[in-house]
């Protein structure tokens, strides 16, 4: 016994009776729109919302401070240093440990703020990465 699957191109399967259109389902075809096409619309507003934020966490201006203000440190979003202040009364050539502690604490002030910054800023946008993926957020 032979199946000849050829035979007849007309020929329906229970009750179908257009020919399979792969495109229908990727789009192109009488299937509608393209579903992959709103997952890369998706994935392009989230590229944008998240350079976006890049930008303005770069951008950003943090001050770190210690000794209730004698010692600041001005950086940016990136880690980058831009200025460093200290109080005069504070610089006491017997007692440079004081000093030394006062300008780390108030650096690791200023990478606490830019922290906080950035998962301010970052941490809406994870939430939508992964579109249920597991891992990913969302």
């Given at each position: 016994?032979?199946?000849?699957c ?34 890369l ?11 976006s ?86």
């Amino acid at each position: 016994m032979s199946i000849d699957c050829c035979a007849d191109p007309g020929a329906t399967l229970d009750g179908v009776t257009q020919p399979f259109d792969p495109s229908a389902l990727f789009g192109g075809g009488q299937g509608g729109e393209n579903p992959m096409a709103g997952l890369l619309a998706q994935a392009q507003q989230m590229q944008e919302k998240l350079l976006s934020a890049q930008n303005e966490i770069a951008a950003a201006e943090i001050v770190g401070s210690a000794g209730n203000g004698l010692v600041t440190v001005t950086g940016n979003g990136t880690g980058e240093v831009t200025a460093v202040s200290i109080d005069p009364k504070v610089v006491d050539p017997e007692d440079v440990e004081t000093l030394q502690d006062l300008l780390l604490g108030a650096l690791a002030d200023l990478s606490q703020k830019r922290e906080q910054l950035t998962t301010e800023k970052m941490g809406p946008l994870a939430g939508g990465l992964g579109g249920g993926i597991p891992g990913l957020g969302g």
